[in-house]
């Protein structure tokens, strides 16, 4: 076998802008050999992937997969540069097969998937470059998050085409409450909650006590002069307010605006005799910023 020298690998980097990693791989298929080494890179679609990925992708689609059992599920925003790609055959089934892959795989970070092997041996970061390769544009699996859960299930609902998506993870005490129709029209109501209204949690016990403490801070120096028993009633109304926004419990439900999602989950336990528990959501919003407030779009 062919020694690889660091010289060698920096060469075939230089001149094809793929991974060091990729690039000694490749040599060393092709037995230190810089000019095979460099076509099994462009055969691989790696050799050019390297130049687009510093371009900057915001278009793309927010992606669901939910394994038949209902027991686990993904969900995923895959970014490309353009809307045009993003409506591209190529990119639409690349991104129903790696969210697949994403909901089979361990991978608990977008760092550690890209090292992880799809089910047909390729990494997936390999894939990718394919991808970028065949298509011309960068693209990158910005964030996923995967929900596993035995007794209940998880859901999604994707809205406006890829651009929101959301994901619930919602468990029962009884198997059988998962075949029922009720429940799951009920599940399905949740997802349209949260896609929606846009709560940021579950209920008050997850809102961060740093985020109530500057609220209510907020709250009081807009009361100030105030007597203070005044002042903590006048706070706690607008706190309430506050989580009846943040909350998805307490938020009022978009299909009967009279009831919260609290008292609609009350509801269903009674009606199907069993404990109903909202475990956890995400919501995406296609190319939104950390922390941006999401377009005002009706569902």
């Given amino acids: 076998m062919a020694e690889i020298n ?14 060091m990693m990729d690039c000694k791989r490749a040599l060393t298929e092709a037995g230190g050999d810089i000019e095979k080494a460099e076509a099994l890179l462009r055969q691989k679609g790696i050799a050019s992937a390297g130049k687009k990925a510093s371009r900057h992708a915001k278009e793309g689609s927010v992606v669901s997969f939910i394994q038949p059992s ?30 697949e892959e994403i909901a089979a795989s361990k991978a608990d970070s977008v760092e550690s998937l890209l090292e992880a092997p799809t089910s047909s041996g390729m990494l997936f970061k390999d894939s990718i470059a394919a991808t970028i390769a ?3 544009e960068n693209i990158v699996i910005r964030r996923f998050a995967r929900f596993q859960l035995d007794g209940g299930l998880i859901a999604s609902y994707i809205h406006l085409q890829g651009k929101v998506g959301v994901l619930v993870e919602i468990a029962c005490g009884s198997e059988a409450t998962t075949k029922s129709e009720s429940f799951r029209e009920f599940v399905k109501d949740i997802t349209l909650q949260i896609a929606a209204a846009h709560p940021t949690c579950v209920s008050r016990d997850q809102v961060d006590p740093a985020l109530v403490a500057s609220e209510r801070e907020i709250y009081k120096a807009q009361v100030a002069g105030k007597p203070d028993n005044i002042v903590e009633k006048i706070v706690d109304g607008k706190m309430d307010k506050f989580y ?23 509801a ?9 528990t909202i475990n956890k959501f995400v919501r995406y919003g296609l190319g939104e910023e950390s922390g941006e407030a999401p377009p005002e779009e009706a569902v």
């Fill in 6 to 19: 660091p010289a060698i690998v920096k060469a075939l980097r230089e001149k094809t802008n793929a991974g």
């Fill in 70 to 99: 209902g027991k686990v599920g993904v969900l995923v925003e895959i970014n490309c540069e353009t809307d045009f790609v993003a409506k591209n055959d190529i990119f639409t089934k690349f991104v129903k097969e790696i969210t």
């Fill in 134 to 136: 065949a298509l011309g």
């Fill in 244 to 266: 009846s926004t943040a909350c998805l419990l307490e938020q009022a439900c978009i299909k009967n605006p009279d009831i919260t999602v609290k008292d609609l989950v009350a």
């Fill in 268 to 276: 269903k336990e009674k009606e199907l005799s069993d404990k109903i």
